[in-house]
């Protein structure tokens, strides 16, 4: 196993490097990047917009010379020197080539730069919003998979039955809300949008939770997960449900179980002792997509809804103003992070059925 860990570890830079290099490409044939959005703003509001950027005077020239020969879009009629100075300001005053050999150097030492906009740097961004996200897809990860095993085998054994038709649909109606609609009516109905105020709106702590006791601060924290996660939840477990009894029928219907009941196994024994075994190797294997999923893309409009400054919504906001520096940190985090839950979730694998032996695959 220790082999095939380190082939995997050693597939991470590759991966990385590929996937930030294709992403790269891309953003620099996107029209209106910082630089565009900078001469935007100085043409609206005069030089002050470049004195936050560069620290300096700002001085725009009026129209006269102008930069016609200027690549930016709203260039024209803007000194050409200032349209450098913004440049510089932003790096990208360097070829292409220099700027991403930079930026990958950097991003090996885990140093991703400073927010354009934001003056912050990326990696206090990324810490400061980490704990939201993590929150959202852990506690909703959990409770689907916590909820979704369960009623999946018991779909299984029941199947046909009106216990089965009626949870069917439940959870076929569960799958067709999105995500974000029933955060909305979570909010009308409990968080004081039109009938009672039982849950907080906004953030994961109380103004104050600070000074509270620990005891006091988890029961808080709890208090404002209940809605988020409940909205990620619904729509989240309608698919693992039916995966988990197609999973189980499709074992039930094997030799083997067949011949454990001719040997008196009891039900119980036959389920988890032979099926649950085999059935719940394709169910762990979407686990690390399920839980990067609601993590940073299924949680994006949740959090919007509840106000809640995740990883998601910092990196959609980013992408919006084209804060690249910003872009790429949480673009090499999700991917990291995704990369990590697959080498996890090949290890779950051996812990649900030691007999599979990823050293001898070729």
Known sequence: MAAYLLRRLLLVIPTLFGIILINFVVVQFAPGGPVDQMIAELRNNGGGALSRVTGGTGEVRQPGGGSEGSNYRGA???DPAVVKDIERAFGFDKPATTRFAEMVGSYLRFDFGQSLFRGRSVLSLIAERLPVSISLGLWSTLIIYLVSIP?????????????????????LVGYAVPGFLFAILLVVLFAGGSFVQWFPLRGLLSSGAENWSFGARALDYAWHMVLPTVALVVGGFAGLVMLTKNS????INKQYVLTARAKGATEGRVLYGHV?????LLIIAGFPSAFIGILFTGALLVEIVFSLDGLGLLGFESAIRRDYPVMFGTLYIFTLLGLVMQIIG???????DPRIDFEARR
């Open 248 to 251: 189980f029928m499709d074992e």
């Open 276 to 280: 649950f075994r085999n059935a719940m």
């Open 151 to 171: 009623l999946g085998i018991r779909k299984a054994v029941r199947d046909g039955t009106a216990f089965d038709a009626w949870t069917s649909g439940v959870v």
């Open 76 to 78: 024209r009629g803007l």
């Open 346 to 352: 090949d290890f779950a694998y051996t812990l649900v």
